[in-house]
């Protein structure tokens, strides 16, 4: 299937979910992640009115930034970052991982005088190899890193296990949720935007459902991956 049809058929499976969860498509944004595909590919999507693009790693991230010739596009980063890679970071790139204080401090030093957007990743699925921020750290760790001046937070990420469990799923989105809604509560982030970036190719519906934002579909609209 070429991409056109790729992404017709996911921008018809999104008006379904947001219409049986009494939701606008305005309020949700679809992020296309590239990760493993060429220049090339990103700039079909692109053609199509997609602008917002994911990689998971930041260094192909920056290599496809600089080589795409489109409209602007914004871009996400949404793997792991580690501390010895912030140094290749550009302040107009949203990273949806901020997950340990090592992190945070580096993104402090890096932008002096900048601000960088971040999501912080909540590990909700408590799976042990999964990245993001314990569930029960989480509190101390927004502490921490309401402290940063560099860093503005506008929401939350998460990743559901991979499982055809669908109560289990949902209850993955709904706690992020829900640490969300305390978070804009407490009002410990002055640029606090309630972002949820939660839902992939196999359980978006699910993360709509419970409230996402952002999701971040892959397979979906490029086909498989091969690596
Ligand atoms: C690869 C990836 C996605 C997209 O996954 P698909 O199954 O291809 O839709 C979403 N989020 C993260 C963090 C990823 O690494």
Redesign the pocket.
Known sequence: MSFGENYQRIEERIAVACARAGRRREELHLIA?S?THPVAAIESVAALGQRDFGE?RIAELIEKKHAVRAAPLQWHL??QLQTNKVKLLESDIIVHSLDRESLADKLEQRFTGEKIHCLIQVNCSREPNKSGVAVEHFAAFTEYVAAKKAIAVLGLMT?AEDTADERHIRATFAELRELSERLHASAIFSDYAGWLSMG???DFEYAIAEGATHI?????IFGARTA
Request: aromatic share 0%; charged share 15%; net charge positive.
């Open positions: 992640v990760k998971n949404i793997g990743m992939m190719s196999n971040r579909i892959g397979n979906a």
